[in-house]
């Protein structure tokens, strides 16, 4: 099965809004989301068994190996997969350090 991977440019996009939107208690109680920031902490809550709605990922790392590895394990048409660049990944991630994959 290909993966489609859509390059998001806009922050306006409704992908990257939502994780924006996560931040409030509200919104994950009404969509039963929340975001998981880091590539690592993604892979642990897949092989925990968690369903991903969507990844977001900066388009920087997309030849590493572990973010390889997480987008192969997408095979499920409706897990929404969006490249991202820095700034949009910036203005989603809270940590000190902004994470690659959302």
């Not at 991977?5 to 939107?21: E, F, G, H, Y």
């Not at 991630?93 to 902004?98: E, G, I």
């Amino acid at each position: 099965m290909t993966i489609i991977i859509n390059d998001i440019t806009s922050p306006q996009n409704p992908l990257v809004k939502l994780a924006r939107a996560l931040d409030r208690k509200k919104e994950r109680k009404e969509t039963g989301l929340f975001r998981a920031e880091g590539a690592r902490l993604v892979k642990e809550g897949v092989d925990l068994g968690w369903r991903l709605h969507a990844l977001l990922f900066s388009g920087a790392v997309e030849s590493r190996p572990h973010v390889k590895d997480l987008l192969a394990s997408c095979q499920d048409p409706e897990i929404k997969i969006g490249r991202v660049n820095d700034r949009i990944l910036e203005s989603i991630t809270h940590r000190d350090n902004a994470q690659s994959v959302v």
